[in-house]
Every structure is written in C-alpha cells, then in structure tokens.
C-alpha cells in the first residue's frame, strides 16, 4: 500500500523542482535579455543608427533592418528559447495543450529559417515582375501568440519585403495575458533595435481579431495595407506579384496562397487551387481551379493574408464594422471588392507558409460563444443581401435580436456602398463568380421542411453513435429548435439541411447524413405525393421510423403496410412547396 503513495510522492517532488527551475531559468534569461536589449550599440552600426539603409552583413550575420546590438539580443533569445525547447520536451504534453502548438519543436528551430518548403510552380520563378513604387504598411495582430513563431513571422516578412517597398509594420497586442506569456515582454526592446519603422500598439482588454485587425488597417499610412497573421512564414519574392494584382485595379484584393504546416506529423499540405465560396446562408464552399502560375478569382479569402490598396479600404471604409470577435470579415471584404468593381484573386506565385495548431490558440474575442459568428454573418446578411433573402437565413441562425443594435452602422455601409455606385449583388455574384454555388430557395429547392401531416413533426437531425441520423422533432416555431436542422428537397435530387449534409441511403445500420457530393447514387431521394413518402433514387426504399432506435431507417417500399412489429411508416409532407412542378416530376408515373 505505502509503494503507490511513495511513488506519487516522488512525482510530486520531480514536478515541483522542475516548475522552481523553469522559473529561475525564466527570470534569469528574463533579465539577461532585457539587458542586452539596451543602449549599447557596436561601432559598426553606428550609421545604421543614424537612419542609413544598408545591405545585408553576411559576415556579421545582422540583418540590413537590425543594428548589431540588436542581432546580438535575437541570437540570445533564440539560444534562450532553443535551451526552453529542451525542458518544454519533457512535459510536451501540457504545453501543446496549452497552445495547440508543437510547441517544443518550434521553439527549437532558429528564427530566421532558409529552408522553408516550397510548393510554387517551377514557372513562378522565370516572371519578373516590375519594381513597383508602392510602399507597404504591415499590419499583424496576435493575442497569447508563441513567441518564436511571432518573432519568426515579424522577421521574415521585413527581410523578404524590398527596402524600397517597406513603409511600416504595426504590431497590434490584442491583451495578451502577460503573465502567463513573459516572454512576449521582451518584443518591445528587441522591436527598438529594428532601423525599419515598426510600431506596436496593446490593447489592455481583449477587443477581438476583427476590431484590432480594422483599427491597424486604419491607422497604416502606406500605399498599400498587407494583413498578415501572426503564425506565418513568408520568403524573398511573395511580395511582387501582390503588388501586380492591385496595381491593375486599386479595388483588387489579393491573396497570397497558403501552404500549411502540421508540426506534429510534419505534414505538408496546399491551398493552391481552391477557391472559397459561400451560399447565402453564407456557408462556405470550396472550389477548385487548375493549378497555374496564373491569378485566379474567388468569392471570398482566407482572412489571415490579403493585401489591399489603401485607397480602397478607406473609400468602403475598411471591413468589419460592428462585427465581434471573428469571422465573416474574409467575406465582406470580398463582398466589397466584387461588388464595388474590383476582384479577389489568389496569387499562386505569392506563398505563406501558416502553421496549423491542433485547436484554435489565439482566442480573440469570445470565439466560444456562436452570438459572435451569427452576429457577424446577420451582418452580412442585412447589409448585402435583399431583406427576403436575409429573413429567410435569419431563420437559420436567429441573429436578428443581435443585429439591432448594429443598425446605424449597417445603414452607413449601406449608404457608402450606394453613394460609390457599388451596384453589383448576389445574383451577380452566382452568375458570374460562383456558377456552381446554390442560389436563393426560390431557384434551387424544390420544397422544404418536411413534416408530418399534422404538421407538428419535422424532419430534422441527431447525433447517434457519432453518425448524424434522420429524427422527427417538433417543427420550427412551435419550439426553439433551429430552422437549420429541417430538410429541403433540391434540383439536385437529394435532401439536404442548410449546411451542406444530405440524406444518404447506405449508411449502416439506418439512414444518416453526409456531406453533400451532388451526385445522386446514395444520396438520390425522391417524395412519393401518392404513398406520401420519401424515397431513395430507385423508388423501392421507403423511410420508415425504427421505434425502439429512435430514428429513421430504409424499408421496402412494398411492406409499407405490412412492416415487423418495432417499425411505423409515417406519412409526410413539405410545408413550403417552391416547385410544383418539378415535385411532380419525381413522383411515380
């Protein structure tokens, strides 16, 4: 009996001396940084000081942007957090937990890498592009961010941006929790051995990626604005082809492409190729292209890499006004673009490597409660969309509450995108951006929310098992279940929810759903108006009500009146009826 108690206590022991090393080795590096981050200058920088550019010094291994004491104080915080790396590696398991990062790795690898993975085309590298007059404002925000991965994206991206063309970087700290990240404390003096203008702002409450992100874009006075995460890596090049895509059209919004890095399986993988798109549930869509050297148009971006003009960011006034937390902003900047006369284009000769964490580590905002999302997309919604379409998917998400208080300031972008003439809308944008990318109910669906005659029960979702099986729920309005979760039959010959998941047929074990393929086979289904039932694509599968499972399983159509004791066929209509005919279509002959 005492074995175990010994043993737990010789643990506790080695965690407790090991916690009071971290410390002391934390303060001690702590002091020794901020030390050698001061005024002390070696003689061969001192015309750096003075505001002179020069070239790179290989024999140094300084940087043109960086003075000597400077260089000096990276290579020490490398040598500190590479010395870290070793004793995070013996507790890796609480620190990646922490972070979503592997957080032992990175820290070991220097800050400046020359062997960053490339998944360009070969062609890239024969385009010369012009040297444009330009200059750039960068503008990178981060909260809670790993220090050698911000130090890695602040250096790289100044190094691989020409002199000519580098106006600022803003820095925005979006309330970091100081206490818990110490070392970021050491960026403001390490900042101020830069030669280039980098200015850092912190925000002492938490506002949010979109509101930090915006009020960069407005403070940057450049003649472009480039919006960068804070967990990049970029190389010498990717900056001319941006350049080239809004010098043709200052409404242009380009995007780098993204190639992404898992550091725990040392996996590769590329955006190249696809393209973001979205209904007007605003539920994301991803397309894809022929992979080229060749710019090519999307609906929307990525939010974490874009540059834009700084012309037209003020003229539309920026992105994401009254909008909380994160996510949609990708969207209406695009919005904005297309609608107001310009493009969103990929630029697949421009690359960002972005490192992927295994959970979301930079919570900006309170990214845990959905108001933020719905909130952002009614928006969008109210803003772009007509007021039928924004009722319609407000039933989707019930956000209408929130929006509200947003009114003036959705009236505002409103009002500006007319006084600009912006005149473009959503179906412009189905047909001559997102041909293959459902439309407005009226066109694409044939009826929807399927219930039972009475009209009580609706078809809806639940998760069994870890499979999304077909239930019966009391219908919309007469509970508070969402309208998402109630099913519309297509032109595509399949049943599907609002956000892509359809009825398929072969699933195990009952009837299930799945993403959506667009290809009938599996996911077919008809309604039969005669027997009132639904059917998959050969006609001969009824779905039928498995009682003591709870959910909706396939029976031959034939035994619907004579089916097992424990099964229960229950007659079903649709509610709203958009296409008579095309119903009528698929029932039996």
């Not at 971290?22 to 200058?41: A, H, P, Y």
């Not at 790396?85 to 800050?111: C, T, V």
């Not at 409660?369 to 997309?377: I, M, V, Y």
Request: hydrophobic fraction near 40%; glycine fraction near 6%.
């Amino acid at each position: 009996m005492m074995y175990p108690i010994l043993k737990k206590l010789v643990v506790l022991v080695y965690a407790s001396f090991v916690i009071v090393v971290l410390v002391e080795l934390r303060e001690l590096n702590r002091s020794r940084l901020v030390e050698s981050l001061g005024n002390e200058v070696h003689p061969a920088a001192a015309s750096i000081n003075e505001g002179e550019v020069q070239e790179e010094d290989h024999s140094s291994g300084a940087l043109y942007f960086e003075t000597y004491a400077g260089y000096r104080a990276r290579l020490q915080i490398q040598e500190s957090l590479q010395y870290g790396a070793a004793l995070k590696k013996m507790h890796d398991s609480a620190f990646n937990a922490r972070e979503g990062y592997y957080e032992s790795y990175l820290d070991s690898l220097p800050i400046i890498r020359d062997d960053i993975k490339d998944f360009g085309k070969k062609g890239c590298k024969d385009i010369v592009y012009k040297k444009s007059p330009l200059k750039v404002s960068v503008v990178m925000n981060y909260h809670n961010e790993l220090l050698s991965l911000l130090l890695r994206s602040i250096y790289t991206v100044i190094r691989s941006i020409p002199p000519d063309n580098f106006h600022e970087m803003i820095l925005i700290d979006d309330a970091s929790n100081l206490t818990a990240h110490y070392d970021l404390t050491l960026l403001e003096g390490l900042l101020k051995q830069l030669t280039v203008p980098v200015k850092q702002h912190r925000f002492e409450e938490n506002v949010g990626l979109i509101f930090s992100r915006r009020w960069g874009c407005q403070q940057a006075t450049g003649d472009v604005v480039l919006v960068l995460d804070s967990h990049i890596e970029v190389k010498p090049g990717f900056l001319g082809p941006l350049l080239e895509v809004v010098e043709r059209n200052y409404k242009n919004i380009a995007a780098p492409v993204f190639d992404f890095w898992d550091t725990f399986k040392d996996s590769y993988w590329t955006y190249d190729g696809n393209t973001l798109q979205f209904d007007y549930y605003l539920t994301w869509m991803f397309g894809n292209v022929k992979r080229s050297t060749v710019p090519y148009r999307t609906a929307a971006i990525l939010g974490g890499a874009f540059l834009a003009t700084k012309q037209f960011l003020d003229e539309v006034d920026y992105f994401g006004a009254g909008m909380e937390g994160w996510g949609s902003e990708n969207i209406e900047i695009g919005l904005k673009s297309w609608y107001c006369g310009g493009e969103v284009l990929y630029v697949p000769c421009s690359r960002v490597l972005h490192y992927t964490a295994r959970r979301q580590p930079i919570v900006h905002g309170d990214r845990k409660k959905p108001r933020n999302l719905n909130l952002n997309t009614g928006i969008v919604a109210k803003t772009y969309f007509t007021d039928e379409m924004y009722w319609d998917v407000n039933k989707l998400y019930l956000f209408d509450v929130d929006i509200q208080e947003k009114m003036s300031l959705i009236n505002a972008t409103k009002a500006r995108l007319r006084e600009l003439q912006c005149d473009k809308d959503f179906t412009w944008m189905r047909q001559n951006v997102m041909t293959n990318v459902d439309s407005y109910d009226g066109e694409t669906i044939i009826a929807k929310e399927l219930s039972d005659l009475e009209g009580k029960m609706c078809l809806s979702r639940k998760s069994v098992d870890g499979k999304l099986r077909v239930v019966l729920e009391t219908c919309y309005g007469l509970s508070l279940r969402p309208i998402r979760d109630s099913a519309r039959l297509t032109i595509w010959t399949d049943l599907r929810l609002y956000d892509r998941q359809c009825l398929d047929w072969g699933a195990e074990g009952g009837l299930a759903y799945f993403g959506c393929h667009y290809e009938q086979g599996n996911q077919g289904t008809f309604y039969n108006p005669e027997l009132k039932a639904i059917t998959d694509i050969s006609r001969y599968q009824c779905m039928v009500m498995d009682l003591a499972a709870g959910y909706m399983v396939s029976k031959p159509c034939k035994d619907l009146d004579n089916l097992a004791a424990g099964y229960e066929f229950i007659p079903m209509q649709f509610k709203t009826v958009y296409n008579p005919v095309a119903l009528e279509r698929q029932s039996y002959q």
